[in-house]
């Protein structure tokens, strides 16, 4: 199982830190990472950590996210953290945390086989 915490409403300019933890299994090479979903809206990918070998993870950010944002595996790679800076309006959505073993193309929600129930996170104008 994957709970996410930490969403919330913020202003415009402001941070939030997403928190993703895994029970029940282990999750240590998994890919683990973050999407969205807004209103009327596809499912996006947002950012991910892809097993390498041991406790070693690549970060993958979606480029809307490149600059202002972060992604960090913890917890012998049990849970992931997403730091989002100087949000805008337009990251308002519901985030999803989700896993995947053997994931090829992170960015594709359908190489994702486990997903968590999805926080809030609404920024105003």
């Known amino acids: 199982q994957l709970v996410e915490s930490g969403g919330g409403l913020v202003q415009a300019g402001g941070s939030l830190r997403l928190s993703c933890a895994a029970s029940g299994r282990t999750f240590t090479n998994y890919a683990m990472g973050w999407f969205r979903q807004a209103p009327g809206k596809e499912r996006e990918f947002v950012a991910t950590?892809?097993?390498?070998?041991?406790?070693?993870?690549?970060?993958y950010l979606a480029d809307s996210l490149k600059g202002r944002s972060t992604i960090a595996r913890e917890n012998a790679g049990n849970a992931v953290y997403l730091q989002m800076n100087s949000l805008k309006p337009e990251d308002t959505a519901v985030y999803y945390c989700a896993a995947g073993r053997g994931v090829g193309s992170p960015e594709k929600p359908h190489e994702y086989d486990y997903w968590g129930q999805g926080t809030q996170v609404t920024v105003s104008s």
């Open positions: 950590t892809k097993w390498i070998r041991g406790s070693a993870y690549e970060g």
